[in-house]
Nanobody, 124 residues
C-alpha cells in the first residue's frame, strides 16, 4: 500500500500562486508515477498533471499548461504542484495520485492510490 498526504491548499485571489505538496509513504516503489487530479463542485474528477519516477516526463491538462508545474523530490518521497496565475475556475479539491505509469494515469481509472485531497479556492 501507498499512503499519500496532501498539503498547501487554501484561499488565494485570482492571479495569485499556491504550491501543493504530497508526501508519499509505504510501498512507494510500487507506484513510480505520481500526479494531481482535481474535482470541482458538481463536476467529475479530472486529470491535472503527472510526472514519472525520474522526473523526465511530465504531462499536463490543456487547461493548466503554462501555469502549473509538477515536480518531485524522490529523496523526500514528495511531489509538488506549483500553481501560478490562478483563475476562479481552478477552484477545486486537489487530489494527489500515484500509479505505475504517467500514460496509465491520464484518467482517474488509471490511478492506483489516492490522497484525501486539499481544497484550493480562487476568489475573483
Amino acid at each position: 500500500q501507498v499512503q499519500l498526504r496532501e498539503s498547501g491548499g487554501g484561499l488565494v485571489q485570482a492571479g495569485g500562486s499556491l504550491r501543493l505538496s504530497c508526501a508519499a509513504s509505504g510501498r512507494t516503489y510500487s507506484a513510480s508515477a505520481m500526479g494531481w487530479f482535481r474535482q470541482a463542485p458538481g463536476k467529475e474528477r479530472e486529470f491535472v498533471a503527472t510526472i514519472n519516477w525520474i522526473g523526465t516526463r511530465t504531462r499536463y491538462a490543456d487547461s493548466v499548461k503554462g501555469r502549473f508545474t509538477i515536480s518531485r523530490d524522490n529523496a523526500k518521497n514528495t511531489v509538488y504542484l506549483q500553481m501560478n496565475s490562478l483563475k476562479p475556475e481552478d477552484t477545486a479539491v486537489y487530489f494527489c495520485a500515484a500509479g505505475r505509469t504517467t500514460q496509465a494515469m491520464d484518467g482517474p481509472g488509471g490511478v492506483e492510490y489516492w490522497g484525501k485531497g486539499t481544497l484550493v479556492t480562487v476568489s475573483s
